[in-house]
């Protein structure tokens, strides 16, 4: 591998490595969001119960996450920093607000909630993680805002050796946003509602004496997943007739994306039709957290919505080669000067170490929390001894 293919892969790794942290955060805010608000409305000990230990592995993720998203931002430096100067007017602003606005807001917002359990008032702590739901919702948006400028360069033009930024609100309707954000957000629910219905299959497997916890888990993971798989599924085709106004090779003769296309149509139409005709009638009368031989089944699903979104991401990114920014800059043009292979098999080497490292520890401590149960979360203990969950049996 030359150079260039060899930078390639390397930000084609840690960007996937990376975008799987992402997807599980954007996916278990909102259902958090929801258990903890089913508490403040019914008052109810199990859905806050269900707040605090889901939410803890959403903490978990999210902690981790962090670190790989650093290791992002040195590869723009690194590698591609033909890109910065060409379209860094452009292509950093979203970034730079993404990274000032959204996510210090976020984890303000997730740190004012994660130590105001029984500090803060019930509805103030609630907004607390509605506002970090939201405020990852912004900060998905500020990026695929910089990545949609990627796919089309809407809103700038050409001025000496640069591009400028020349229109800010053609930058945020841009044709290659308006469906990718939604299908994003939607495959965001879809991961993190798989996420909680394969750990509760696990423990109703078990014949786990927290029943009614993982049941209502389970039928909450299941709506989540409806509604997910739905969203990603109906914006994912609708991105067809979008992206190819703007990029008409891309799905038309483009081999390079055929294969994760169709593995990533496979995957994502065969969990919809399973959520929709073999979940979601189960719930009506609880059969399917009765019926065991389904639990393995849901927990050998849960890696498949991650797959899925690992191949949508790729196949955004290889559809508009040998473009960085689209018709404008090459790959080839905007990486750095001076690099060698000796030079990038060290960083990938390095970099992958790390995120390898990151995404290893992130499986066994969320493992972890979920093998150990609810009764074992700490994540706004009160410091008194849990009540002793009824001893409940399949």
Known sequence: MDVLDLARAQFAVTGSLHFLFVVLTLGLAPLVAIMQTRHVISGKPV?????????????????????TGLVMEFQFGLSWSGLSRY?????????????????????????LWIFGWHRLPRWLHLACIWLVALTAYASAFWILVANSFLQNP????LRGDHLVLTDFGALLTNPALVFALPHVLGAGL???SFVIIGASAY??????????????????????????????????????????????????????????????????QLIQFAVMFGLTPLLFRDWLARWRWTHPLLMLMTPLPFIASILGWLVREIGRQPWIVYGRLTVKDAMSPGLTPGM???????????????????????????????????????????????????
Do not use: C
Request: aromatic content about 14%; overall charge positive; glycine content about 14%.
């Open 344 to 394: 990038i098999v060290g960083s990938f080497v390095a970099f992958i170490g790390v995120l390898g490292l990151l995404a290893v520890v992130d499986y066994l401590l969320i493992a972890r929390t979920v093998r150990r149960g609810p009764a074992a979360a700490t994540l706004g203990a009160s410091g008194r001894p849990p009540a002793p969950a009824p001893a409940l049996t399949l």
């Open 203 to 268: 423990h109703l497997f078990r014949r786990t004496s927290e029943w009614e916890f993982f049941v209502r888990s389970l039928r909450l993971g299941v709506v989540g997943a409806l509604i997910g798989t739905t969203i990603t599924v109906g914006f994912g085709y609708a991105q067809f007739g979008a992206v190819g106004l703007v990029q008409p090779g891309k799905f038309n003769g483009g081999p390079a994306v055929g294969a994760p296309l169709g593995f990533m149509i496979l995957i994502g």
């Open 87 to 111: 379209a860094g007017d452009v292509f950093g602003a979203p970034l730079a607000i993404e990274t000032m606005v959204a996510f210090f807001l976020e984890s303000t917002f997730l740190g």
């Open 154 to 157: 809407a809103a700038a033009e």
């Open 47 to 67: 859905f806050e119960r269900m707040a605090r230990f889901w939410g803890q592995i959403y903490v978990i993720n999210y902690a981790l996450g962090v670190f």
């Open 190 to 192: 879809f991961v993190g």
